[in-house]
């Protein structure tokens, strides 16, 4: 029997959140254990059901950043989703510092933020790839502000992967070492390269070279 992801849903606008409850139920690998219409009711709602992934809409009442403060707190094995319209760079980078390890805008589909929720819960961080491209982009323009890191998105696996790369490692030697099978390594290799932006593992190891350059 295949294990579910249990979530929690917290929107303050009840025909989006009934139908985003309808369209992560579909989903085999989803279960819906509560939906919620403002930032009391999510952590309530959190510390009740101890949910693998909550989702919470930046503007519902009570703030949404705010509620990711307290359940971060309250409940650190939950993993926190931010559900928005907002494409603004100060509320993704809020979100992340409130303790959100993913950032969804509303237009996605219901199949891939299936997807998305359960890449969270295997321990990555999701900011939409044009949202964080900008963002990098931005941050490259005014260097006196703080910089929104792509390398924040990687998980410590993805890290240890990225490192082999810059020393010159093949996918196979890099299997062998960190003791991985080499089609492992070859996802971990595709998700490193959609998160930092490039095309190929050559372009990654610059990027390492050119982050440690400026620091």
């Known amino acids: 029997m295949v294990e579910r992801i249990r979530v929690v849903i917290a929107d303050d606008h009840p025909?989006?959140?009934?139908?985003?409850?309808?369209?992560?139920s579909d989903f085999v690998g989803c279960e819906v254990v509560a939906a919620c219409a403002n930032a009391?009711?999510?952590?309530?709602?959190?510390c009740e059901h101890l949910p693998d992934i909550?989702?919470?809409?930046?503007?519902?009442?009570?703030?949404?950043?705010?509620?990711?403060?307290?359940?971060?707190?309250?409940?650190?094995?939950?993993?926190?989703l931010m559900l928005t319209t907002s494409e603004r760079e100060s509320d993704v980078r809020d979100s992340l510092e409130a303790g959100a390890r993913g950032y969804i805008l509303k237009g996605m589909g219901g199949e891939e933020m299936a997807t998305v929720?359960?890449?969270?819960?295997?321990?990555?961080?999701?900011?939409?790839?044009?949202?964080?491209?900008r963002m990098l982009i931005d941050n490259k323009d005014h260097k006196g502000s703080q910089r929104f890191d792509l390398f924040?998105?990687?998980?410590?696996?993805?890290?240890?992967?990225?490192?082999?790369?810059?020393?010159?490692?093949?996918?196979?030697?890099?299997?062998?070492?960190l003791s991985l099978s080499e089609n492992t390594v070859k996802r971990y290799m595709t998700n490193i390269l959609r998160k930092l932006q490039?095309?190929?593992?050559?372009?990654?190891a610059l990027k390492v070279y050119d982050r440690y350059a400026a620091l």
């Open 198 to 204: 490039v095309r190929n593992r050559v372009e990654a």
């Open 117 to 133: 929720i359960k890449s969270v819960h295997e321990g990555e961080l999701y900011v939409p790839p044009g949202l964080a491209a």
């Open 40 to 46: 009391d009711e999510a952590l309530d709602a959190v």
């Open 15 to 24: 025909l989006f959140r009934d139908g985003l409850r309808r369209t992560l």
């Open 152 to 177: 924040s998105l990687l998980t410590k696996r993805e890290e240890q992967v990225l490192k082999q790369v810059a020393q010159g490692l093949n996918n196979k030697e890099i299997a062998l070492d």
């Open 54 to 80: 909550v989702l919470l809409d930046i503007r519902m009442p009570g703030g949404g950043i705010e509620a990711a403060r307290q359940i971060a707190a309250a409940c650190p094995k939950v993993r926190i």
